[in-house]
């Protein structure tokens, strides 16, 4: 059966076969290449496309936003519309389902992007919310591919630092569905909810995957990838609290030693506080003494570090899901 994603949301990559990511990551290659080579093939042309954004965000607006340019989409950016204060979400999609092809979405509540989805009528992408980032995965196994000489069944990954945060939660269901050897290292309290773990150890009974979870950073060994986020994530404020926890994983030199492979890569979604050039860095250093914080900035300059590549595969695997979802691929 040829894969057809059209009409499609992206909520969670829960709800995609290992099939269809496959094709989301071998079309994501391909438009990498069209683009380098400078083809475009106008496929969004004709459509709208709005993207919501109740938190911040620098990578996902403008990945959105260019790769609407790049084939031929209009583009709304709305982050103070009447959604949530004046008009209730359902109100709100029905509204924006008459006027776009697709929407975006970032925001806290897993249950508000399922509501849009199931409100709009349009394809609806996550660009993150509390437990899940599935667009950041997506780019995060695109650059793999790019960077580890084997298949994705035969990478050992290891996140470390909040395994519990949406990018550790979006992570192991990427690992899982794509056959991955996956090890979340982090204090226990920070460990993934026990129900999305024992849903992803079922999905890896059909795929081969392995999933662990370890409070010992020695388990880093023979890991082909080193992937951290921050300590503390958009709508937390608990640092003192989190800094206690997890100063003892943040990924520095002597971490990537114990990998035993000079090849393994360092990898993070970003933004990131690996130096003092940020106005949070600094309060942090200020109250706390920390001068970087889930990765040192030797290892987030070092030739290890793949994390511009990550970020630049964030505009071609969101084109990928657009093209695949709403555009004439
Ligand atoms: N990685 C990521 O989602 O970045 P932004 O918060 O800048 O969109
Ligand atoms: N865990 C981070 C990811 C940012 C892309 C946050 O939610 O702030």
């Given amino acids: 059966m040829p894969v057809n994603l059209k009409g499609r949301s992206l909520l969670t990559l829960k709800d995609f076969t290992p099939t269809e990511i496959r094709y989301l990551l071998d079309l994501s290659h391909d438009l990498k290449i069209k683009k380098r080579a ?6 969004l042309e004709g459509k709208n ?10 990578r996902t607006r403008c990945a959105f936003e260019v790769a609407c340019f790049d084939e031929g989409a209009s583009v709304t ?9 004046k008009e209730s979400l359902e109100d709100t999609a029905k509204v924006l389902g008459r006027y776009y092809d697709g929407i975006e979405y970032r925001g806290y509540k897993q249950a508000d992007v399922e509501t849009l989805a199931k409100c709009s009528g349009v394809p609806v992408w996550n660009g993150l919310t509390d437990a899940d980032h599935p667009t950041q995965v997506l780019a995060d196994l695109m650059t793999i591919e790019e960077y580890v000489n084997k298949p994705l069944k035969k990478v050992k990954i290891c996140f470390v630092g909040d395994a519990r945060n949406n990018m550790g939660n ?5 690992a899982a569905k794509m056959g991955m050897t996956f090890v979340g290292i982090a204090p226990k309290s920070l460990w993934p909810s026990e129900a ?3 849903e992803m150890q079922e999905v890896a009974k059909q795929t081969g995957a392995t999933i662990s979870f370890s409070e010992d950073t020695a388990d880093v060994k023979g890991a082909d990838v080193i992937y951290t986020d921050v300590w503390v994530s958009m709508g937390e404020h608990n640092f003192a609290e989190r800094i ?13 030693q114990a990998t035993e492979n000079p090849d393994c890569i360092f990898m993070h979604c970003l933004p990131s506080f690996h130096d003092l050039e940020t106005e949070i860095g600094k309060q942090v250093h ?3 003494g920390l001068t970087e914080m889930e990765v040192t900035d030797e290892v987030f300059r070092s030739s290890a570090s793949v994390v511009f590549d990550e970020a630049e595969n964030r505009m071609h695997t969101i084109k990928a899901v657009m093209v695949a979802t709403i555009g004439k691929q």
């Fill in 49 to 58: 496309v709005v993207l919501l954004f109740e938190k911040t965000s620098t």
């Fill in 244 to 256: 206690n926890l997890l100063k003892p994983y943040q990924v520095n030199a002597a971490l990537m």
């Fill in 77 to 85: 950016f709305l982050s103070n519309s009447q959604m949530g204060k």
């Fill in 38 to 43: 400078g083809i475009k093939n106008n496929l």
């Fill in 286 to 288: 200020d109250e706390f």
């Fill in 196 to 198: 999305l773990v024992a």
């Fill in 170 to 174: 979006s992570l192991l269901i990427g």
